[in-house]
């Protein structure tokens, strides 16, 4: 069929199955937006700003696990993306970003609104294409929603140019994606398998230590199930609450920085750490050489690169989770007794019992970690929960009840500020029937906080809690452990009247101080089903802990700070 | 960790910005270059890129795991037992003596191949460390100009 390539990349997205488009429109990318005006299959969102719309169809895919969808102009269009790129390259989200780019006549000439797009964005996608032939555009969109789904999936960029997607040429769009380069592997070789199996069944104190992988591998189910029989003692990285559930007896908690004391002590007694989809971040390990000490490594990853970077390892498997989980139950069912683990179980629990996840609440102030807790309680499994960094980020991981997987939508890899309330929108976009809940900071909100006129024109009710200390609480708080109290720069006491805002842009907004209060708005926004702000008066000096101070070994762990 | 120097083979497709894939993610991952050359494998879609890059054994396991994630990429090889070679042109003024650095050239395989007004180029084509050798050895005829052409190699 003959048609423009702006007809061309609408096809496509139509064919792709893409329901929503997050997006800004511009000069070089009008062609398309033109296209767009004339179509009824798809939606398109208009964000304020092009960073909150890649972090918009971020959040969509990890909601939904499909490929998200935005939009964005040449240049500063382009520019503004690309934070929004390199957030969802590090978590591995599948994405594809369309960005228009001035006339093929004129790249390479300085132009109005030129920028090299692919050159910018190389180290943070997956892969990139600037479409320099019509013939190729219908390929190169096909190519891209496989690429960013297949493998160890992330975002692509597809970068045209405005005279493509006027010129008329013919539109087949391939049934079949033929990269002769690009082969991911799924299975896990059986051999290694099998070794692996055997070393679990000899081990004495193994340990599941599960990472975001397992939520995109959609592999949940299999490892819980893993873990389950084997009576196996899990962890959980900060991309991973969900798998395990919360109530699992099985689940010492989340590792780390600001993991939990068991499951950090189980990190450095375990003798074989069993890795499914994590990636021994620096977040997580602490200091490298005092990490897993006195155990063997069986780390299974889709991404051969992901294996042997940071901790040496005895039992490479390259694959998807899926499929070598299944492998490993198939290998292991009848044959582990988990009375094997039974004295290893015994002596963790007794470190939870030591010092088990807890805060001191009080009567006179809010705690954080309150507010986090009673929202789980509130509105527990329903809730879509999507953070933004800082304290508030950690506080959510270790206090929600988190109880299936893509509950909860956070940057952990790039740590954007910013990324929360767009998120929100995406993923609300992606599941409407949720509630869908930002846990924010009064600094992070502000960074995408032009999201509120979108939220509420295209009537998404996303709920905001900002969480307000009047710091940059993460910041403040390594200046108060590290810094002497020298509080450079981090001190928010002049901030909007956040209740105004929100309403100045058609949503709601509560302040709120009171433990009471609190239900109440919570109550009220629920009910209200419109975009909103609950801001809620936090104890200004609440430290997240426990804390494995950067670099240091994770059974060293500050557990209390007294001042 | 001791550093190892490794020669590595890329087989990448040959289309647009490939080479700064390659070459980026060297930059960009901190990876050392020595040497790199690229050109298109005969009646092919494929180009051929030699590095020679130094690192621990765990970088270069890095390296080149790195290189095979790039989506162009056919194949990486890290290179064991091959035949390695490297090229390098030199320019003397006329006056030197001549059939000293004719006999010079031969004795790494190479020769003079061109002579103009004032200057003369020889051409060498022999294993690296010859190489250097013969650079080495040019010095006593006031060399103009050295330019080296990067490793080439070839599994055996
Ligand atoms: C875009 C961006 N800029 C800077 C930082 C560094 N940073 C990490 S946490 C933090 C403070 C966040 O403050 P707030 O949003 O109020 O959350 P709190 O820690 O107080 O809960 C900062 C500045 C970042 N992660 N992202």
Redesign the interface.
């Known amino acids: 069929m003959q048609m423009s390539g702006a007809q061309m990349v609408c096809e496509a997205l139509i064919i792709e199955g893409v329901q929503t488009v997050f997006g800004y429109p511009g000069g070089a990318i009008m062609n398309i937006y033109d296209e767009i005006y004339k179509q009824d299959s798809f939606e398109h969102i208009l964000n304020r700003h092009e960073q909150a719309s890649v972090h918009a169809a971020d959040g969509y895919a990890r909601a939904t696990g499909k490929v998200g969808v935005a939009m964005v102009t040449s240049g500063p269009g382009f520019t503004n993306a690309i934070t929004g790129l390199a957030t969802a390259y590090m978590d591995s989200i599948p994405m594809v970003v369309i960005s228009g780019q001035v006339p093929l006549s004129l790249i390479g000439t300085d132009g109005f609104q030129e920028v090299d797009a692919v050159g910018i964005s190389r180290p943070c996608t997956k892969h990139n294409y600037l479409v320099s032939d019509l013939a190729d555009l219908p390929r190169i969109m096909k190519e891209a929603f496989h690429i960013a789904k297949t493998g160890r999936a992330g975002p692509v960029l597809v970068d045209i140019p405005k005279d493509i997607t006027a010129e008329f040429g013919n539109f087949i769009y391939p049934k079949d994606v033929n990269i002769p380069t690009y082969k991911p592997k799924y299975k896990g070789n059986e051999r290694q398998i099998k070794k692996a199996s055997e070393a679990i069944k000899k081990a004495k104190k193994p340990l599941l230590y599960i990472g975001g992988g397992v939520v995109l591998s959609n592999a949940s189910e299999l490892v819980r199930e893993l873990a389950d029989f084997g009576q196996i003692p899990t962890v959980e990285t900060l991309m991973a609450r969900g798998v395990m559930g919360a109530k699992n007896p099985l689940l010492l908690g989340m590792l780390g920085m600001h993991g939990n004391y068991a499951s950090n002590m189980a990190m450095s007694e375990t003798d074989l750490v069993i890795s499914l989809g994590a990636r021994f971040d620096d977040r997580v390990t602490g200091k490298l050489s005092e990490f897993a000490k006195y155990a063997d490594v069986i780390h299974v990853d889709i991404d051969p690169a992901n294996i042997g970077k940071l901790v040496n390892v005895d039992y490479p498997i390259v694959g998807d989770i899926t499929l070598v989980v299944e492998k490993l139950i198939e290998q292991l069912k009848d044959d582990i007794n988990p009375d094997n683990y039974k004295s290893w179980r015994e002596v963790l629990n007794r470190y939870d019992n030591l010092h088990p996840q807890s805060y001191n609440d009080s009567d006179e102030v809010i705690k954080p970690q309150w507010a986090i807790e009673r929202i789980g309680e509130l509105v527990g499994e329903d809730a879509i929960i999507t953070s933004d960094v800082g304290q508030h980020q950690m506080w959510a991981a270790q206090h929600y009840p988190f109880d299936r997987p893509r509950q909860w939508i956070n940057s952990g890899g790039l740590g954007t500020m910013g990324f929360g309330f767009p998120a929100a929108l995406g993923a609300k976009k992606g599941c409407p029937d949720k509630i869908v809940i930002n846990i924010t900071g009064d600094g992070s909100i502000l960074m995408n906080v032009q999201e509120l006129v979108t939220a509420s024109e295209y009537k998404i009710p996303v709920i905001n809690i900002i969480l307000n200390n009047h710091f940059l609480g993460m910041v403040r708080q390594w200046q108060t452990f590290f810094y002497d109290k020298r509080y450079s720069e981090t001190d928010l006491s002049y901030q909007p009247n956040f209740k105004a805002l929100a309403e100045s842009c058609g949503g709601i907004g509560y302040d709120v101080t009171t433990k009471e209060e609190f239900d109440e708005a919570l109550k009220d926004a629920i009910e209200k089903d419109i975009v909103c702000f609950i801001n809620v008066a936090v104890d200004r000096f609440e430290n997240v802990l426990p804390m494995v101070p950067s670099g240091g070994a994770l059974y060293n762990m500050l557990l209390d700070h007294k001042e | 960790m001791q550093k190892v120097r490794r020669v590595i083979s890329v087989i990448?497709?040959n289309e647009?910005?490939v080479l700064?894939?390659v070459s980026?993610l060297f930059a960009?991952r901190g990876y050392n270059i020595e040497s790199l050359t690229v050109a298109p494998i005969p009646e092919s879609q494929l180009s051929h890129i030699t590095i020679v890059t130094n690192g621990s054994e765990?970088v270069i396991?890095?390296i080149t795991?790195?290189l095979?994630?790039l989506?162009?990429?056919?194949k990486v090889i890290e290179h064991e037992e091959m035949v390695e070679k490297e090229m390098v042109l030199v320019k003397f003024p006329i006056d030197a003596n001549l059939s000293d650095i004719q006999a010079l050239c031969s004795a790494y395989n190479g020769g003079i191949v061109n002579v103009g007004l004032d200057m003369v180029i020889t051409m060498v084509a022999d294993e690296p460390v010859r190489v250097k050798n013969f650079i080495e050895a040019t010095k006593r005829y006031n060399p103009i100009e050295i330019v080296r052409g990067g490793v080439v190699a070839i599994e055996r």
């Open positions: 990448v497709m647009s910005s700064a894939r980026g960009g765990k396991e890095q795991k790195q095979n994630k989506i162009p990429t056919l």
